[in-house]
Nanobody, 116 residues
Framework: QVQLVESGGGLVQAGGSLRLSCAAS????DDWNMRWFRQAPGKERE????????????QYADSVKGRFTISRDNVKKTVYLQMNSLKSEDTAVYYC?????????WGQGTQVTVSS
């Protein structure tokens, strides 16, 4: 079965950094693009970043461009989100996502709280 497990969230001061990890299993990891989403209280879930199956191409939401970096390790079957220069508006639950044949799979989420 498909499983995505996020880790690395926590409490950080504005301007600080965190690195999130998402460990994947249950599918051929290096065949599929991976994505990060986030959801803040009272808001819709929003796209954050994506990376192609090979790691050769990435995309970012305008709100995080230049501050966040998505990467992947196809040997470890893990996707990462390096978050720098964090702002209070980055506070959210962050979710790892893969769309397999039109079906979205999600991790349990990891909480990121940025204090100011």
């Amino acid at each position: 079965q498909v499983q995505l497990v996020e880790s690395g969230g926590g409490l950080v001061q504005a301007g600080g950094s965190l690195r999130l990890s998402c460990a994947a299993s249950g599918f051929t990891f290096d065949d599929w693009n991976m994505r990060w989403f986030r959801q803040a209280p009272g808001k819709e879930r929003e796209f954050v970043a994506s990376i192609t199956w090979s790691g050769r191409s990435t995309q970012y939401a305008d709100s995080v461009k230049g501050r966040f970096t998505i990467s992947r390790d196809n040997v470890k079957k893990t996707v990462y989100l390096q978050m720098n220069s964090l702002k209070s508006e980055d506070t959210a639950v962050y979710y790892c996502n893969v769309r397999l044949r039109g079906v979205d799979y999600w991790g349990q989420g990891t909480q990121v709280t940025v204090s100011s």
